[in-house]
């Protein structure tokens, strides 16, 4: 990796960096997209984010996140960040009880007592609002969702669907797992992973279900059995995000004939599905507000490509991974990291270098995590996961 050339705007000796009176296009505000923003922008880079969302609370977060000490922790701290981030962080959030469907506790407290420091937890809410307060007014454009792109005169043009256009000289893909502007990049695509995860939101757990209020007690649930799935995270507001997991086709969302916003028939299919399971699980489903299906993709491990001096990804739409190890954000917010220190760097002479080198150290760092997340999620879905957990964690965490 390229040293970081965070004086690059000193005042001192003028030193040449690849973006140097360049301008940067960022497709997507999400962790990744924001946090490259913040750290260009620090640097003085001239920098937009085109984000599709219509304004910044348009739409429910999701669930609460593990920042991990050496990517999404560090990337904050690079950014200058981390006081906000001490401000807006959960602790306690980060306590993980594993149960069975009969809502028997399997591990108290999984992980022992360091993931406070070590993996801090944050809502994804909390998160994205002080990136956004972080860059400067008129940063992000809202409501520009991304069409197609072009060169023109040496720059990239980027068309969206509200029919404006805007040029840079790089653009930055954070556009996330369904990405529209990775086939520019790549034709690799993503394989289906084999399970298929069903996301909720329920608000004031405490008075919905205050039993389940009180098994999270302020932090998450795994429940493990029949080779199915079920995480619950309880946010700061009182409301929690859940995603059952499920072996199935890749095209069972579409085969099944649900329609995901009728929440009866996501109640009663999730009765047979998962069959004997507690009255509690059930209840969850029945009073959610809402719910989304999403087929869980993860990026070819051994993938390549040229790269481009005009154009590259980070985060999920790079290597979109299921959720499994909770590495998707801290990849993004890493890549985010690596990819401004290449842009920066005085030891890289022009932009399709330092993207070369970005890229490359990027592939290597996701695939071993990429592979790990596979496991874990061969792990969650199996017939004894509970077994396989307990014993997987006394050997490579306590
Ligand atoms: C149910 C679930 C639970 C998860 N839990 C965890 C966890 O515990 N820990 C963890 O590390 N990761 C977790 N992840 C993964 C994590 O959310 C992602 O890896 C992470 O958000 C990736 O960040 P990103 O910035 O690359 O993309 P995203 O967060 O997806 O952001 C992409 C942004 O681009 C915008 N956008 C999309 N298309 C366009 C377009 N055409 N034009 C303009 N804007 C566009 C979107 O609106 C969005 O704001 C979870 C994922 C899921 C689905």
């Not at 893909?173 to 289906?192: E, F, H």
């Not at 917010?333 to 401004?340: F, N, S, T, Y």
């Not at 496991?375 to 957990?389: G, K, N, Q, R, V």
């Amino acid at each position: 990796m390229a040293a970081y050339a965070s004086a690059a705007h000193s005042k001192q000796t003028p030193m040449k960096y690849p973006i140097e009176n360049k301008t940067v296009a960022i497709v997507g505000g999400g962790p990744g997209g924001l946090t490259l923003a913040r750290i260009l922008q620090m640097n003085g880079v001239d920098v937009k984010v085109y984000e599709r969302d219509i304004t910044r609370t348009a739409r429910v977060q999701g669930a609460t996140l593990n920042l991990n000490e050496e990517s999404g922790l560090l990337a904050l701290h690079k950014a200058n960040l981390m006081e906000q981030f001490k401000a807006a962080y959960r602790p306690g959030a980060e306590k993980m009880a594993f149960v069975d469907k009969n809502a028997n506790v399997v591990i108290e407290d999984f992980g022992g007592g360091n993931l406070q420091e070590e993996r801090p937890e944050i809502d994804r809410g909390p998160l994205r609002e002080l990136l956004l307060d972080s860059l400067q007014e008129g940063t992000v454009t809202w409501y520009c969702q991304f069409d197609s792109l072009e060169r023109v005169d040496g720059q990239v043009k980027l068309n969206f669907k509200n029919g404006q256009s805007h040029t840079a000289d790089v653009v930055v893909a954070a556009d996330g797992a369904n990405s529209k502007i990775r086939p520019y990049i790549t034709p690799l695509k993503p394989a289906y992973s084999g399970v298929t995860i069903v996301e909720g939101t329920i608000y004031d757990v405490e008075s919905a279900i205050p039993r389940l209020h009180q098994l999270l007690d302020g932090g998450k649930i795994c429940v493990l059995s029949d080779s199915k799935t079920l995480f619950i995270v309880l946010k700061g507001d009182g409301s929690a995000a859940f995603y059952s997991g499920h072996k199935a086709d890749e095209s069972w969302a579409r085969d099944s004939g649900i329609d995901f916003s009728d929440n009866a028939q996501v109640v009663q299919w999730f009765k047979s599905e998962f069959e004997g399971w507690d009255e509690m699980w059930i209840e969850l489903f029945e009073k959610a507000a809402s719910f989304v299906v999403r087929p869980q993709y993860c990026a070819p491990l051994d993938q390549t490509w040229e790269a481009l001096p005009d154009l590259t990804m980070l985060g999920d739409s790079a290597h979109v991974m299921p959720p499994y190890a909770g590495e998707g954000v801290n990849m993004a917010m890493q890549d985010a990291l690596e990819l401004a220190e290449c842009l920066l760097s005085t030891d890289i002479a022009d932009t399709r270098s330092a993207i070369a080198a970005y890229e490359e150290s990027m592939r290597a760092r996701v695939a071993e995590v990429g592979a790990t997340t596979m496991e874990f999620t061969d792990i969650f879905h199996s017939p004894d996961a509970i077994s396989h957990f307990v014993e997987f964690f006394k050997t490579h965490v306590n």
